[in-house]
């Protein structure tokens, strides 16, 4: 986490700012077609200085066992794992209504 979050949320306590940051965040999750017909799930909506998006990124591939990158503040995995990224970052303490999967 950033050094800032006192300035975002006054005098709040570091955890509850934090948990209040995630719970803005609207967290968009889809499929595009590449070519040769490959599938890429794509991840945005996460905010660069409150996530570190390289370290998800890393997480996120192991735990699916997939490749994957991270570039222009979004996350880039190769196949189609709509449904369980959503698992895997709801389990991560983001709330779940607010991640989204779009068709």
């Known amino acids: 986490m950033s050094g800032d979050l006192s300035s975002i949320c006054g005098g709040l306590p570091p955890e509850l700012c934090e948990q209040l940051i995630r719970e803005q965040q609207i967290i968009k999750i889809k499929l595009e077609k590449r070519r040769y017909g490959r599938e890429v799930t ?10 570190n998006l390289k ?11 997939t490749g994957g990158t991270y570039k222009n503040g979004r996350i880039e995995l190769q196949g189609d794992h709509r449904f369980r990224v959503r698992e895997i970052l709801a389990e991560m303490g983001f709330p779940e209504e ?3 999967i779009v068709e």
Do not use: F
């Not at 794509?42 to 996530?51: F, N, P, Q, S």
């Open 42 to 51: 794509i991840i945005e909506g996460l905010d660069e200085r409150e996530v």
């Open 55 to 65: 370290k998800l990124a890393s997480e996120l591939k192991s735990k699916l066992a």
């Open 98 to 100: 607010n991640i989204i």
